[in-house]
């Protein structure tokens, strides 16, 4: 399984940080701003880098933790499936957790766990995704018991969703039985589709939640649908790292099917 999930909509997770303050979290602040503005000029790579820096130094900060995860899922997403990839994801899910575990009830270490667990997922290894999906779930319905707009969140449930339903027969079995994970038994296309404009709705200036909606319809045969939201993607600004990639892989994947179809 391998929901897409990267971005949050908590305005603390995608801008640089406005303002800095004074006292012993100054320069842990002044860290992450900079992570931040490596991150927004198309540098995931140095703002990966100097987070880890800074923590490798012994900051604990749950910001830089995040942060860096963040960087190491979009340097993932902006390269082709390969064994880098998956070492950039296991990078990410680190970072998170650690984030986590440093503030175990804060909702964007909790996001990026779900964002960097559901990029991790792979479908040539299906009881590590069996494991990934019930984590990516459990943060994000603890997410969404406290804020029902998130919009990252309900992108992440209906990525999910999706990837059960295309789950083998038997990999939904295990993940009900053994991990007692109820979507593994009630997952469905309309809870999918509902999910995904959830999160467009909420946040329409993210690529990501656009072109996986994009996605969604593609998979489900939906082309009328698809089409409509192929054309939405041209007014989608580009503000991440892997934003026009994933949108140029997005019409080109389907503008090719429809070419085909004609």
């Keep these: ?32 701003a900079q992570a931040d503005s490596l991150y927004f000029a198309s540098r995931p790579d140095r703002s ?13 900060a749950v910001t830089l933790q995040w942060r860096a995860a963040r960087a190491a899922i979009a340097m993932g997403m902006m ?13 990410a899910l680190a970072h998170a957790r650690g984030g986590l575990a440093l503030a175990p009830n804060d909702i964007v270490a ?7 667990a559901g990029r991790r997922a792979h479908r040539d290894d299906p009881i590590l995704s069996i494991k990934l999906a019930y984590e990516v779930y459990e943060q994000v319905t603890a997410i969404l018991a406290v804020d029902t707009m998130h919009a990252g969140a309900h992108h992440a449930l209906g990525a999910l969703n999706g990837e059960v339903m ?14 007692r994970m109820d979507l593994a038994n009630r997952a469905n296309w309309p809870d999918a589709e509902r999910e995904m404009r959830r999160a467009v709705a ?6 990501m939640f656009a072109v996986d ?7 489900a045969g939906k082309t009328a649908q ?13 503000v991440h790292p892997m934003d026009r990639i994933i949108r140029d892989r997005c019409v080109a994947r389907w503008q090719g099917v429809a070419a085909k179809s004609d």
């Design 226 to 238: 698809r089409d409509s939201a192929l054309v939405r993607l041209g007014a989608v600004p580009l």
């Design 166 to 179: 295309r789950a083998p027969a038997f990999v939904r079995f295990i993940a009900g039985r053994m991990l």
């Design 202 to 207: 909420l946040d329409p200036s993210m690529m």
């Design 79 to 91: 390269i082709p499936e390969s064994p880098r990839r998956k070492e950039l994801y296991d990078i």
């Design 48 to 60: 990966l880098a100097l987070c880890e820096r800074e923590i490798a130094a012994g900051s604990d």
């Design 213 to 219: 909606l994009v996605n969604l319809y593609g998979r």
């Design 110 to 116: 909790r996001y990026w766990v779900a964002a960097a």
């Design 1 to 32: 399984m391998r929901p897409a999930l990267l971005s949050l909509v908590l305005p603390l997770a995608f801008s640089a940080s406005a303002a800095r303050p004074q006292g012993p979290h100054a320069d842990g602040v002044a860290m992450a």
